[in-house]
């Protein structure tokens, strides 16, 4: 049986369903965007690192600079990993309704 196959479900468990399907790709896609701004944060936390020992004249800006880099992905990596459990909940919330839809589905019982 597909699950293009409306005519099977009732209309409110087919909604369910297919809304929990988009939340887990949408959570999927933002623990994606949270591991690329972890990684880009601690790039930029490494570069102020390399800057300041090079410039002397500025290290007090650039240790700074490097702490807010360094916070910011682990912010972004935070919420990287939140994201994700976010979407294995959905991801179970939405075999359940799958499971909820099939139990609904009219049954054709061969009796002749």
Not at 14 to 23: G, L, Q, V
């Amino acid at each position: 049986m597909s699950l293009t196959s409306h005519t099977q479900y009732p209309l409110f468990h087919i909604i369910h369903f297919t809304t929990k399907m988009a939340d887990e790709r949408k959570h999927k896609h933002h623990a994606h965007l949270g591991e690329l701004g972890a990684a880009a944060a601690g790039g930029y936390a490494l570069h102020e690192k390399h800057e300041k020992k090079k410039d002397r004249e500025h290290a007090h800006k650039h240790k700074i600079e490097e702490g807010i880099g360094a916070a910011v992905g682990l912010g972004a990596g935070g919420y990287g990993f939140h994201e994700h459990h976010e979407k294995k909940e959905d991801k179970k919330e939405a075999k359940e309704a799958k499971k909820e839809a099939k139990s609904h589905e009219k049954k054709h019982h061969n009796l002749f």
